[in-house]
């Protein structure tokens, strides 16, 4: 039995191994983290990802839309770079839009069914001190750990 619960452990970190799970996750154009702070913010997202089974990534940028939303760019960002995780590519992508100065969040998958548009809001709110501060990485923290107890909320 003991032998049979390793090899189950040893395919399932396998398969996030090899499943492009250690694939960056902070793409900082707007260059907001320091060096120190995007290993720290890719570790609580690898635990994100583990705790909920969904994916999590931030894009930030300071460029002109160039007739695009934020929508657009968001979502279309988070597929190109094959974000997501499971059959539906789950998963949430935080969009720190400093050309327009408003944070935007895109969903994917079952992320969507868990992050109501109640939730989406309460969820920039939780944020807009450290964003307003220009404490980008705190509000990454925050971010996650909004999403992660919407989650679990919702399971319990």
Do not use: W
């Amino acid at each position: 039995m003991k032998k049979l619960c390793f090899l189950i452990v040893c395919v399932i970190v396998m398969s996030f191994a090899c499943s492009g799970y250690a694939q960056r996750r902070i793409t900082d154009n707007a260059g907001l983290f320091s060096e120190s702070e995007k290993p720290f913010l890719e570790e609580l997202i690898r635990r994100f990802q583990m705790d909920v089974a969904m994916d999590f990534a931030v894009l930030t940028t300071n460029e002109a839309h160039e007739g695009k939303t934020q929508t657009e760019i968001a979502d279309s960002f988070y597929d190109e770079n094959g974000y997501g995780m499971g059959k539906y590519k789950s998963g949430i992508l935080y969009y720190i839009d400093m050309y327009e100065r408003i944070p935007y969040l895109s969903t994917a998958g079952t992320m969507i069914h868990y992050m109501t548009d109640h939730r989406l809001e309460a969820a920039h709110d939780i944020c807009f001190e450290s964003l307003k501060n220009g404490e980008y990485a705190a509000a990454v923290i925050q971010m996650i750990t909004a999403v992660k107890a919407f989650i679990y909320d919702s399971l319990f």
